[in-house]
């Protein structure tokens, strides 16, 4: 039987806290959110350059969840060779106090972890 996401959180089934961290859950999916909220509409080879340490296939995964959810949008081009293009959603721009707020923490804690801040 698949263990339930977050079951180590103190909240009761459903809570808030889980709903939000289950959307933003998974390894990229908060990088890729950030990209989208700085740069605005990106193609998913741009993305691909933006984060370079991710696979093809995870991009791909990350981003069919985000459009579940309701985060990201998805354009598609009729055209050869195809196009697509992605952006945030209305919901997606809302998580723009919680990116800011991790970066913010992530600048000011980097050290802690063995890296420089830029």
């Known amino acids: ?3 339930a996401k977050h079951a180590r959180f103190d909240c009761s089934p459903g809570c808030s806290v889980e709903a939000a961290i289950n959307v933003i ?5 908060s990088v890729i959110l950030w990209h989208l909220l700085t740069e605005g509409v990106l193609r ?5 350059r933006q ?4 696979s093809a296939r995870t991009l791909t995964n990350q981003l069919r969840e985000m459009e579940q ?3 990201v949008c998805r354009e598609v081009y009729a055209v050869v060779p195809p196009k697509v293009e992605y952006q945030l959603s209305p919901l997606g721009v809302s998580l723009q106090p ?3 707020a991790l970066k913010d923490w992530g600048d000011r804690h980097m050290d802690l972890y063995g890296k420089t801040t830029t």
């Open 1 to 3: 039987m698949k263990k």
């Open 25 to 29: 859950d998974g390894k990229w999916k």
């Open 44 to 48: 998913f080879s741009d993305l691909a």
């Open 51 to 54: 984060i370079p340490n991710i």
């Open 69 to 71: 959810d309701g985060l």
């Open 98 to 100: 919680i990116l800011q």
